[in-house]
């Protein structure tokens, strides 16, 4: 009887090992699915910002326009790395975790059994013991007594052995599983934040490399305003209204050729202003061109590599 329960003290720390993995494991899992799904609500955020990022670059002028775009890329290419990130994660650490609660109740199932077969031994022995107190002449029910408490600590022995192996294998197991899991979480996580790190260096040099004079030339030209083509006419002094006017002939003349020379006048400067907004709208285009070729996102760069290499 000694020998099948002097060994409670190492039952009751298979049962906390037990008790421990169910509590602190099922934990991990509730927040590490957690911390998945808010990466997940956190990479549908970040896809719209960039949808607001394209739709703003469209009313802005080449520099802030380029600039904007190529973040608005290499944005959306982090998210697509995020995305990666939220499936490795519900693989290779939400889901191992949640498989857990089966493999503890198992072990549950393991420890209960053993509780009954060492319950039964126990009232085995105790039977055996008071009839042996009561009645020590009757042989025949002492040693049917005997067999039956003899039975039952064979089992309670055998089940004790299982139990130990058991709850050793589990223990192994766990311990496994907790170190392939978190190394698989921080592996899952460097590789997203090497690439995410990678992709948002080019994109800083990218912004950091924005010439914001040519967009501020381009918007004050726009709003500059230009001073409106007047007509020369010459006021004629007070004096000239005591003179005596001249023949009618020639001031018919002079009326002539002063309006004459108006309308050139007038002419001249308003082809003179479309010159100058048709240069204005073609330097516009060639530093758009230019901003666009000098600088690219890191997703077009990515691109571009991947397809050279098919």
Known sequence: ???????????????????????????????????????????????????????????EDPELRTCLKNLAEDLAMVQDYRQAEVERLETKVVTPLKSYGDIVENKRADLKRFNADRD????????????????????????????????????AHRSTRQLEETISDFQRQKLEDIKRIFTDFITVEM????????????TF?????MDIDKDLELFTGRIRVSDSPLDNQTLLPSSMAHQPSPTLGSSLKHTAESAKKSRSSILQRQRVVEEEEEEDEEEEY???IEA???RQSYASQYTQILRQKN
């Open 1 to 59: 009887m000694n020998t099948i329960f002097s060994r409670d003290r190492q039952i009751k720390s298979m049962e906390l090992t037990v008790s421990h993995a169910e509590k602190y494991l099922g934990q991990f899992c509730s927040l590490l699915a957690s911390y998945t799904r808010k990466t997940a609500k956190l990479r549908d955020q970040a896809d719209m910002l960039v949808r607001q990022l394209n739709d703003f670059s469209n009313t």
């Open 120 to 155: 039964r031994a126990l009232k085995e022995l105790q039977k055996l013991e008071k009839l042996q107190q009561k009645n020590p002449s009757n042989r025949q029910r002492i040693c049917q007594a005997e067999v039956n408490a003899q039975k039952a600590t064979n089992d």
């Open 191 to 202: 590789v997203f934040h090497a690439k995410a790190l990678e992709v948002y260096t080019h």
């Open 205 to 209: 040099q990218n912004l950091d490399s």
């Open 286 to 288: 060639e530093s758009e």
């Open 292 to 294: 666009q070729q000098s």
